[in-house]
């Protein structure tokens, strides 16, 4: 089965700040690639699919890139609000795979 | 609006079994695939199963025969059937909608399933 491995697991960074996290596939995958934000009590919340395009009403500052084996979703200007926990999925058919997400602060 | 809402959640003992519902509001289930997701306490996301447009269904290998996703097109509401229920089925399960291309672009708020003695 596919394997996702987010790197880092966490990282703590200060508003204005660049960020990057990425998402390291077990084998190359096209790219059905997605990224999700999620609050503590929170559902996720979609926020870029086919590893770049945003979701509407996701603010510009996300942007996401990535082929073959690996994935990166940026932040370009960290806000206060983006402090949340990010996974990465893979969702070419089925099963889905997520990864093991990055806690940011 | 699009709108996922679980309903079913609740405390069960090893061995029970509990039926979760999901009601659509927004769209209509037969032209959409859907999915269940679960998170264990204080871990991450894990898929656990879809129904296509078409009725069939997927499962993740921890959960295949004793879990049934079904869906009732007359009350656009979709089930998730959980028999045999183990202690690490423990998790909140978020229903949501998998858009294809677009990746899953709509959830729920989640219902709690908690498995314990």
């Known amino acids: 089965d596919l394997l996702l491995t987010q790197s880092p697991s966490s990282l703590s960074a200060s508003v204005g700040d660049r960020v990057t996290i990425t998402c390291r596939a077990s084998q190359a995958v096209r790219n059905y690639i997605a990224w999700y934000q999620q609050k503590p009590g929170q559902a996720p919340k979609s926020l870029i699919y086919g590893s770049w395009a945003l979701h509407s009403g996701v603010p510009s500052r996300f942007s996401g890139s990535g082929s073959g084996t690996d994935f990166t979703l940026t932040i370009s200007s960290l806000q206060p609000e983006d402090s949340a926990t990010y996974y990465c999925q893979h969702y070419n058919g089925y099963p889905q795979t997520f990864g093991q997400g990055t806690k940011l602060e | ?117």
Not at chain 2, 43 to 52: D, R
């Open chain 2, 1 to 117: 609006e699009v709108q996922l809402e679980e309903f079913g959640g609740g405390l069960v003992q090893p061995g029970g079994s509990l039926r979760l519902s999901c009601a659509v509001s927004g769209f209509t289930v037969s032209s959409s695939h859907m999915t269940w997701v679960r998170q264990a306490p204080g871990k991450g996301l894990e898929w656990v199963a879809a129904i296509y447009t078409g009725g069939s269904t997927y499962y993740v290998d921890s959960v295949k025969g004793r879990f049934t996703f079904s869906r009732d097109n007359s009350k656009n509401t979709l089930y998730l059937q959980m028999n045999s229920l183990r202690v690490e089925d423990t998790a909140v399960y978020y229903c949501a909608r998998d858009a294809g291309s677009y990746a899953t672009d709509v959830w729920g708020k989640g219902t709690t399933v908690t498995v314990s003695s």
